[in-house]
T-cell receptor
Framework: GDSVTQMEGPVTLSEEAFLTINCTYT??????LFWYVQYPGEGLQLLLK?????DKGSNKGFEATYRKETTSFHLEKGSVQVSDSAVYFC???????????FGKGTRLSVIA | DAGVIQSPRHEVTEMGQEVTLRCKLI?????LFWYRQTMMRGLELLIY????????DSGMPEDRFSAKMPNASFSTLKIQPSEPRDSAVYFC??????????FGQGTRLTVV
């Protein structure tokens, strides 16, 4: 079945550092890819998505590019802030009527 | 739109008691997913519905768990009898039929 593998955390960065969280996937078809973010005590929020190969999703300074050749969807941000501290989940979905398949999540802590 | 609404936000109950968690979907969404999140297991899909019909309940841990969708906008997850190992954060999410889902804030359940 479909699966998502993302880098283990936790990741600790200083403010203004560059962030990369790696995500690779295995799927039989051509899924849509997502990054969700979970702040402490809250639900998961959609951060960005890409629906086809070479698409770039972006939001709040974060971006990720759907790379079919490497089956990857790495999350990047050029300059992180303390407010970016959260758990980040990579996910895929074949359609809106089937469940998202999530990675295990990566906890990011940004220190001032 | 108010988003996916879950109630209660927090529930503390004694072992053996019945617990009912509630979820109101976003208007117009036709898929509903129930997830459970724990430190040990991460995010687990429990069950999902399309157009009020349960499609896959293989993630429901035991017969003590049951879920219903009495109408297109509302769902319940019931645990009877509850046990301490059921303590977790329970999320519901809804989807309009396009890839991706919108999550509620979750219900933190503590069974003592």
């Amino acid at each position: 079945g479909d699966s998502v593998t993302q880098m283990e955390g936790p990741v600790t960065l200083s403010e203004e550092a560059f962030l990369t969280i790696n995500c690779t996937y295995t799927a039989t078809g051509y899924p849509s890819l997502f990054w969700y973010v979970q702040y402490p005590g809250e639900g998961l929020q959609l951060l960005l998505k890409a629906t086809k190969a070479d698409d770039k999703g972006s939001n709040k300074g974060f971006e990720a590019t759907y790379r079919k050749e490497t089956t990857s969807f790495h999350l990047e941000k050029g300059s992180v802030q303390v407010s970016d501290s959260a758990v980040y989940f990579c996910a895929l979905s074949d359609s809106g009527n089937t469940p998202l398949v999530f990675g295990k999540g990566t906890r990011l802590s940004v220190i001032a | 739109d108010a988003g996916v609404i879950q109630s209660p936000r927090h529930e503390v109950t004694e072992m053996g008691q019945e617990v009912t968690l509630r979820c109101k979907l976003i208007s117009g969404h036709n898929s509903l997913f129930w997830y459970r999140q724990t430190m040990m297991r991460g995010l687990e899909l429990l069950i999902y519905f399309n157009n009020n019909v349960p499609i896959d309940d293989s993630g429901m841990p035991e017969d003590r768990f049951s879920a219903k969708m009495p109408n297109a906008s509302f769902s319940t997850l019931k645990i009877q009898p509850s046990e301490p190992r059921d303590s977790a954060v329970y999320f519901c999410a809804s989807s309009p039929g396009t890839p991706g889902a919108f999550f509620g804030q979750g219900t933190r359940l503590t069974v003592v």
